[in-house]
């Protein structure tokens, strides 16, 4: 069946058999290998994307599910050059190890701080919840949100 | 007791940083973040000790250009999907592949009969690539299967009849040691023993004011690496095989390849790439020959991703240790004799077993001058996962052994723990349990340094 | 997921026909975070997958004459928002904040956790103290019917082949009752409960009326403590008396062992729960 999604603001479509999941759409069909494949039933968070702007386990939606909808991943939020504020913190404070947590983490990161510019600890370690990682224990994960709230909460997308 | 951390501490250090650079310190997070750091310009020449500097892994991984296996693809490649073990211990009686090759999509299969040295291991080459003769635990591999989809691939497991001869089962490590076991490899399921002797133990332990023991078991525990195994394997027009993994050991691998393919080492070309957490369960090939051999049948390149649920029941954990402690001490509290016994649960398959069990053993006694020890360290089959290497190799567990005895040794004598550990713990010039000579020695002065920024003996006033 | 075919009706009507026409085969999906991973683990098949998340009929938060109407599609993270709930029954925001994280409470509905009846269902206890309703719709036309009646057995509910979940309904009497509910989960995030439970009374005259007790996990449904309710019932809450109704709520659930927690760790799970939310809801009827 065909399904058309807008991605990182362009309009892409594939033609792909129903029981396809957005993740595989996303990683397969499109090429955006950014959201990875962790657990595949929605418990490790590391296929985390937006769809109409809400962080969803793109394993648990199916593609037809995401028909006219628009999907940001993680490749949307900037390119190499020109990091979103979030990214640049990440990237001060070596947030990351491995980094196969880091696309899903970042952007329930981002769609926290779209919600909520003033999040407290509580309120950033509740919504990295659904987002695993084995390799830094969070800590700095956390405290590059918490800067880039200090600093005036401001996500930017690429134009 | 409360431990409480000085702020004092996070303050002192921002103040070091606001000197050395006003300009270039970002404001102090809101609410309990840490101290920031000073990233200095990349492109200028900066001496590297003492400065703190940006990952060059950070970019690609936070804008999602990191391309870990699973993210790498080729033209014409198949997936691979392998049937693993319905019993915990059986022998196979039988495999018969033909329904499956039937299949829609199926292009190749692969069984443990068709791979020219059917063995591997960093210690003892006690485990097969695909169990051919004997299951030993259910993550243990029969028959590989490549198609043009996963789910394809997937749809034909189903079809593979796999004949078993169920054996009995033994899981608790102590009764896998005792001679009327069911024997999971050979004729005894004691497959590593190491023993650690120094001075006179028996004596020493008889000429102590009292003797404490206490039996100190850990759990086994799985990596659980965000990224699942992944390894690609493709054929060279030049006839070597490319074997694309998430394996962290690639040398070793490549050995390990070459061996079980009966090839030449300079056949054989492993690409490691950024891997999405190992911690010491991908010290070791799983499916690399595996998947060489699909290629090579198929004709085409082969992807094969382990499920989060291969990663539990197939890929190595940490080793359950049983520790026994007997120990030997004065009224003063210092130690005069300590006597350890492991054993280490191994599971179905040797893997790092005995790094771990050597490890393990050499540090089981502690950190602590003792001049009379005995240590016993047995690795023992059991028809479960495999334990391999996981961060630490031994030293977790019997840290939580040595450590705990000890509470109980200072509870007994009613002295401080850390007192009790003062006393005992190692000096400049210490000789380890196996007599090596220690230097650099600082634990009095961490343990007191501790001790004074949580403020431990006041609280115990 | 092994193939399967996919239709998305726009109507109750339309998705009922679809799966009444295909009988067992056909499943009816919502926000996919159980039915999905069953498929994946192929603990349950599907040639059809009838897509509810596109009828309008069953989304929305909406107060109407029958009381506080949950269209059956509407997601957790949608009563977490919710300014409706926040002022009717702001415990449901309490047991919707429990469940999973983040996103699966952006893709799991109401409807669907009712739907796949775990014991443990979070959702459950809030809207069984609060006496809800449920609409279904079937080939045969709508009924309705208690959360309790709904609730038939682990994993096992009262839909009929063919027939779906359409609403949730707390009657009206009971928008703004004081209520109060508590899970236990070994961790604070993506886990299921240990034991959770609800409370929900009113104080006339500092008498307690219509006391409700509800309690998750501790049997094969979510389960009202009866008796409990009954010593409270017309008389003034105290310390001793709310302790009471604890230790009845602890005879009248039938906790199990398992790998997660003892029977006899449950039952003190449900005494500590229990005396804790009919404390809050108490207070809440007092202030």
């Not at chain 3, 977490?80 to 029954?89: N, Q």
């Amino acid at each position: 069946m065909d399904v058309t999604i807008t991605v990182n603001g362009k309009t892409r479509g594939a033609d792909v058999p129903p029981e396809t999941t957005l993740l595989t759409l996303l990683r397969s069909n499109l090429g955006l290998t950014g959201a990875k494949l962790g657990c595949d039933v929605g418990d490790c968070g590391a296929c985390t994307v937006l769809v109409d702007g809400e962080p969803v386990n793109a394993c648990l939606m199916l593609a037809a599910q995401a028909d006219g909808r628009e999907v940001l991943t993680i490749e949307g939020l900037s390119d190499f050059q020109k990091l979103s504020p979030l990214q640049e913190m990440f990237e001060l404070f070596s947030s990351f190890q491995c980094g196969f947590c880091a696309p899903g983490m970042i952007i329930s990161a981002k769609a926290l701080l779209d919600k909520n510019p003033t999040p407290t600890v509580a309120d950033v370690r509740e919504a990295l919840s659904g987002n695993l990682c084995r390799c830094t224990g969070y800590t700095k994960i956390i405290d590059a949100v918490m800067e880039v709230a200090a600093r005036g909460g401001a996500t930017a997308e690429r134009a | 007791m409360v431990i409480k951390v000085d702020d004092a501490l996070r303050t002192d250090r921002l103040a070091e940083l606001k000197e050395a650079d006003a300009t270039a310190v970002p404001a102090v997070a809101r609410e309990g973040g840490r101290a920031p750091q000073i990233v200095p310009d990349a492109n200028k020449q900066t001496p590297a000790v003492g400065q703190r500097v940006t990952r060059p892994d950070s970019r690609p991984h936070i804008t999602g250009q990191t391309r870990y296996i699973d993210d790498l693809s080729f033209p014409n490649m198949l997936h691979m999907k392998i049937l693993r073990s319905r019993y915990a211990h059986a022998r196979i009686a039988s495999i018969d592949v033909s329904e499956a090759e039937k299949m829609p999509g199926v292009v190749a299969t692969l069984t443990g009969k068709e791979i020219p040295v059917n063995s591997f291991g960093p210690s003892y080459q006690d485990q097969p690539v695909l169990a051919d003769e004997k299951v030993r635990h259910m993550g243990d591999g029969i028959v590989a299967v490549a198609a043009e989809t996963e789910q394809q691939a997937q749809d034909a497991l189903a079809r593979i009849k796999v004949e078993y001869e169920p054996l009995p089962l033994v899981l608790d490590p102590l009764e896998a040691m005792k001679e009327d076991s069911p024997k999971i490899h050979g004729d005894s399921n004691i497959y590593a023993t190491k023993v650690i002797r120094k001075g006179d133990v028996e004596k020493a332990l008889a000429g102590a004011d009292l003797v404490m023991e206490g039996r100190f078991s850990t759990q086994m525990v799985e990596h659980v690496p965000m990224e699942p195994h992944a390894t690609i394997a493709l054929w060279e027009p030049d006839g070597r095989v490319k074997i694309l993994s998430s394996l962290g050991r690639i040398t070793l691998g490549r050995a390990d390849v070459a061996r079980t393919l009966d090839l030449p080492v300079n056949r054989i070309q492993i690409v490691g790439t950024i891997v999405g957490g190992n911690f010491g369960g991908k010290n070791e090939i799983t499916t690399e020959p595996v998947l060489a051999l699909l290629a090579r049948k198929a004709g085409r390149p082969v992807k094969g991703v382990f499920t989060r649920k291969d990663e539990f029941v197939s890929s190595t954990t940490r080793h359950p240790f049983i520790m026994d402690y007997k120990t030997g001490v004065m009224r003063d509290g210092r130690i005069v004799a300590r006597k350890v016994r492991i054993v280490a649960d191994g599971g179905a398959y040797c893997s790092w077993s005995e790094t771990t069990l050597g490890k393990g053993a050499i540090l089981s006694v502690g950190p602590y001058r003792i001049d009379h020890l005995e240590v016993r360290a047995y690795a023992v089959y059991t028809n479960k996962t495999t334990c391999g290497a996981m961060r630490g190799f031994g030293a977790p567990q019997v840290c939580f052994g040595y450590e705990s005895h000890m509470d109980d040794i200072a509870r007994e004598l009613g002295i401080d723990p850390l007192e009790i550990r003062l006393r005992n713990v190692f000096d400049e010039g210490s000789s380890s349990p196996t007599g090596q000579v220690l230097h650099s020695v600082a634990v009095k002065e961490s343990l007191d340094t501790v001790a004074d920024r949580v403020g431990w003996r006041e609280q115990a006033e | 997921m092994r193939p399967f075919d996919y239709l998305a009706p726009q109507s109750v009507e339309d998705a009922v026909a679809a799966l009444a026409e295909n009988g067992a085969k056909a499943r009816a999906l919502a926000g996919g975070t159980d039915l999905l991973v069953d498929l994946k683990h192929e603990t349950a098949t599907a040639d059809l997958l009838v897509d509810l998340t596109r009828i309008a009929e069953c989304k929305g938060i909406e107060e109407t004459d029958d009381g506080l109407r949950f269209g059956s599609l509407v997601s957790h993270t949608e009563i977490m928002d919710s300014e409706l709930v926040r002022r009717h029954a702001p415990s449901m925001i309490d047991a919707a904040r429990t469940i999973g994280a983040v996103q699966t409470r952006n893709l799991g509905t109401l409807g669907g956790n009712l739907v796949t009846c775990v014991p443990s269902l979070d959702s459950g206890p809030v809207l069984v103290a609060l006496d809800a309703e449920v609409t279904v719709a079937g080939p045969d036309g709508r009924r309705r019917m208690t959360l309790i009646e709904f609730f038939v057995g682990p994993r096992k509910t009262a839909l009929q082949a063919g027939e779906i979940l359409v609403d949730i309904v707390i009657p009206r009497a009971n928008l703004g009752k004081p209520c109060s509910f508590r899970k236990f989960g070994l961790r604070k995030g993506q886990a299921l409960a240990l034991v959770n439970a609800a409370a929900s009374l009113s104080l006339t005259d500092g008498k307690i009326a219509a006391p409700r007790i509800a309690l998750g996990a501790v049997a094969p449904t979510v389960i009202r403590a009866e008796k409990a309710e009954a010593l409270l019932d017309g008389r003034a809450p105290d310390a001793t008396l709310i302790a009471e109704a604890a230790d009845m709520a602890v005879i009248e659930a039938k906790p199990i062992d398992d790998f997660r927690a003892s029977a006899a760790y449950r039952c003190e799970l449900i005494r500590a729960l229990t005396r804790r939310v009919l404390d809050e809801a108490t207070e809440q009827a007092a202030g």
